[in-house]
């Protein structure tokens, strides 16, 4: 079946870098668009941005732009969400999550299991 | 980018109400709407995608309605697994925009 499996949590200092993986499985890789959504305590979603794994191109969040970077490894399958200058804003559960369909069909239909990042001095 | 304001933020109901969530956009995104149901600790689960077709294993108590910017999801005879937070998504554009959310309590 199709999975994304995310690494575990990770506790940074402001100011740090942090990067968060996405191993996918059961599917073509090339075959569907990955996006990033994080999720602050108590709070809504956050959409961060998109990577296309078959050549690679990425659209991001205008508010992250300069500070967060997707890529991919095309050999192991996985996405990668680097992003740098953390500060406490920054605490939140990171997803990855597929998006499936076309069109109107388009859905994030298999999600990762979430990464907590924790920003803190 | 896509706005969805989502009514209400919150709201009490008890088993077996019909509830009705509302979300619109803030331009036309034909029916690229989707809904989400989320639970405390786990990642969201679609349940409604193209405004009106129900996802796969999603019971038929929840449906979806609208066109254009204004959206329902509606929940006929709640029961107790469904207290949760449910969120809309737009897919018309990038960015992929979601709602603030509304989350459903028990009354």
């Known amino acids: 079946q199709v999975q994304l499996v995310q690494s575990g949590a990770e506790v940074k200092k402001p100011g740090a870098s942090v990067k968060v993986s996405c191993k996918t499985s059961?599917?073509?890789?090339?075959?569907?668009?990955l996006h990033w959504v994080r999720q602050a305590p108590g709070q809504g979603l956050e959409w961060m941005g998109v990577?296309?794994?078959?050549?690679?191109?990425?659209s991001y969040a205008q508010k992250l732009r300069g500070r967060v970077t997707m890529t991919r490894d095309m050999s192991t399958s996985t996405v990668y969400m680097e992003l740098s200058s953390l500060t406490s804003e920054d605490t939140a559960v990171y997803y990855c999550?597929?998006?499936?369909?076309?069109?109107?069909?388009?859905?994030?239909?298999?999600w990762g299991q979430g990464t907590m990042v924790t920003v803190s001095s | 980018d896509i706005q969805l304001t989502q009514s209400p933020a919150s709201l009490s109901a008890s088993v077996g109400d019909r509830v009705t969530i509302t979300c619109r956009a803030s331009?036309?995104?034909?029916?690229?709407l989707n809904w989400y149901q989320q639970k405390p600790g786990n990642a969201p689960k679609v349940l409604i995608y193209?405004?009106?077709s129900l996802q796969s294993g999603v019971p038929p108590r929840f449906s979806g309605s609208g066109s254009g910017t204004d959206f329902t999801l509606t929940i006929s005879g709640l029961q107790p697994e469904d207290f949760a937070t449910y969120y809309c998504?737009?897919?018309?554009?990038?960015?992929?925009?979601f709602g603030q959310g509304t989350k459903v309590e028990i009354k």
């Open positions: 999550a597929r998006e499936d369909g076309d069109y109107g069909r388009r859905t994030f239909d298999v």
């Open positions: 059961g599917y073509t890789f090339t075959s569907n668009f």
């Open positions: 990577i296309i794994p078959g050549g690679g191109s990425t």
């Open positions: 331009q036309s995104i034909s029916n690229y």
């Open positions: 193209a405004a009106s």
């Open positions: 998504q737009q897919t018309y554009s990038t960015p992929r925009t």
